[in-house]
């Protein structure tokens, strides 16, 4: 079956086809979230959506791959490819909840294990859903979604890559570093720089919820490893309003699209297909949208004031709005010398009194002008 | 030759053994620690056989595979195992890079010449620098024919950095000369200059020297232990990798301008191990307690300080402008809070009233060494059994089945016997167990403790190295909404913060 409908059939001899493309989809399932979208755009209509861009994504490329997690109130859970939960019987089963029935003859085999699997995997995470769960959380776990989909694509692009063997050979000596003039050897091992199609990975976040104040430097941490990665973290932003989303979107050049209103929000499909459909290949050759302004001012830990000039802790880095009066800081409570931060600005020079002092017969005259005129720290 | 490089590394034996137990999990110790380990071995072919002479002692049943993997386990997780206890590290840095350009780097035991290997990872380094500490500033120096010459100017701009690299070899104007390596390195010479460039830094960055060394010798002008001294006194922290042996003025070096401790100073055995080395370096270093011996002529050397920063706001314009950085016309860019410049990226000291720009992105990305992720530990055929995990919770890697409990399967794992039989008699015994290759896991599966998550040695390195997060935690009920290790008070505080200040202080409009 696999051989016929051509889902084994790899093509990596030509190097002139098109890479494959990781697509890796981090559907936020915050009931709270959806709830409130339920008369607009329903969870189910939003899945069957997804699902036909994943389909069409698939299609563009017999190499190409798809994941979807979905970041779920207090845990994030895979929903594709199933995963296998610990079990204490150590006999390798595969696939075991999703062979029973037989696909349809009509549908490409691919594109039904991904719906089948899909669905099934994410009604029973909304079955298993508890009324406590519900009461205890209203934010979603993007954090623990993010994490797992950077390993997942970490291991992937590894698996990709066997030349790779160190596995952390990220960007730094990859390939946009690398200047083809003085590097006829990769630097990590030198072995020629024979790199066959490596897998462009990205990850898309349909995001519902907002608040993720509690997984600050968790997301943070997750941004950065993206953008070490060279993976881009796509943005559909269809309520709410989280800003780590819209930095983590320009931080990794990924794309970040917010329909706010319920009548575009109808329009998920096409947002999907003419926001996110091209690959990291493609999109250099395309406009893609966003990239305005974005603001990055930041506030200050003491008052949530917005900032734009702060003052930052040299230990712990924490932002605040103005000089501390007691010289302590409020987070880690290093005490701080005020020293830099008031020498940095810049200090009117006192008129050096050179002329009238000469006048007088002053001998020093030399040396009391220069140091008048030095601002003082 | 040869017999000359054995006689120096044995030299050292002594200091060495006593520098291991005093190592205090600074940074790069580890990599200093085995770098110093690996010196005996004269050459990569030889340690190579060693290797595989140690794995085939270890089967006597002829399992090779395994030992062999269990090899490459460890070492992998060799780089992970340090103490990650959070310590105050200088987040704020200002480093001097002396690159050796001596007639030494002409020798080929690095491929094509230690030359031209050292100028490659230098670009990745500074690259790599600046991803792990965007607030510091950087100079790059080479040491010439007996004089050290500056590349670039103290800057936070990686690009500067690596232009000046890349211009050794091909300079930008055509009455420069390529710079090929020629005469010998003069130590003196490059700390001095590396002091005088450090002079400015302020008392709350540290001031660091970082030395790749080809040569075995240096070529001084005067006294260079006067010269450390000086270096001591201006709290610069020297780190020095060398090539070929170890020298007894590059340990003096180090271990005085370190507090005693001389485990920045590695020798790197081959390309790999320069590359490890370098980047052992991006680690901000701890910060020690004012060290005994400084005459403090400061009041407080590692003087915190309350820094004054912009937060610029990214402007898109109709027309181009010239920017105040480059003077090149671009459409948008980073409006200087203070004076409304232009520059055209961040982070940077604005160019008209020197103010560091920076966005509030870039101070997060220092806050995992602030919070580190604990280390996880390996797992015995019991424990996984117990658990019954059969797949990598992170990336889903099948993970070796666990055998049956009378199989032999278990004993025949590795040379410690004790393993095997715990595992079939049952006896209870904890997760800690250290089995043959020290670091590798038996069953391949690495738990984290605060979640129970197993984890294949991939995901371990990646989350250790790159990620910084626990992915079993983030993704658990029990342990998700804060995560265990960090502060979390720190955590809302900063977190409301920033989703506050950028609402502009509204209240969120949940629900
Ligand atoms: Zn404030
Ligand atoms: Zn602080
Ligand atoms: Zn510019
Ligand atoms: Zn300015
Ligand atoms: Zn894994
Ligand atoms: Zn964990």
Known sequence: MNAIDGTDRHVRDSDNSPPPSLLTVILDTNPHAWALLSDTLPLSKAVANLLVFINAHLSFNHANQVAVIASHIQRAQWLYPTPHPPRSSSSPEENGTSTPTPPSATKYHRFAIIERELQDNLSRVISQTTAADLTSSTTTQIAGALSIALSHISRATQLSSPNDSSGISLDSTGPTLSNPTDTPTDPADGTPRARRSPLTSRILIVSVSGDLAAQYIPVMNSIFAAQRQRVPLDVLKLAGDTVFLQQAADATGGVYIAPSSPSARAGLLQYLMMGFLPDARARAALVMPGGGEVDFRAACFCHRRVVDVGFVCSVCLSIFCEPLEEGECLTCGTRLSLGAAVAAKPVVVPRPKKKKKRKVGDITGTSTPMSAGTPGP | MDGEYIQDVSDDDGVEVASRSGNNGAAGGAYGARARGR??????WESGIQADSIAFGEGPDGNLAESLEAEEQARKRARLRQDNKPVQRGIIRHVVLILDLSEAMLEKDMRPNRYIVTINHAQAYVREFFEQNPISQMCVMAMHDGLCIRLSDLSGNPADHIAAIQGIRYPKSARQAAREPKGSPSLQNALEMARAALYHAPSHSTREVIIVLGALLSNDPGDIHKTIKSCVNDRLRVAIIGMGARLRICQEICAK????????????????NLRELLMATTTPPVIRQTAPALPSSEPTPNAASLLMMGFPSRVTESTPSLCACHNNLTRGGYMCS??????CSLPRACPSCGMTLIL???LARSYHHLFPLQSWVEVSWKRARELGSTE???????FPPVPEPQEPDAMQEGTDKSTGTDTANGAPKPVKQRPRAEGASESSRYECRSCHCHFCIDCDVYCHTVLHNCPGCLSNPNTAPTDAETNPEVVAEMAAG??????????????
Do not use: F
């Open chain 2, 392 to 398: 990598c919770q992170a990336c889903m890697t099948h």
């Open chain 2, 338 to 343: 203070r004076c409304q410049v232009k520059v």
């Open chain 2, 257 to 272: 301008t370190n507090a005693g401790d001389d485990s920045v100073y590695g020798v790197c055995q081959d390309e790999k």
């Open chain 2, 498 to 511: 920033l989703e506050n200040g950028v609402n502009g202080g509204e209240p969120m409009d949940m629900e």
């Open chain 2, 360 to 362: 509030s992105t870039h």
């Open chain 2, 39 to 44: 010196t005996r071995a004269k050459e990569r």
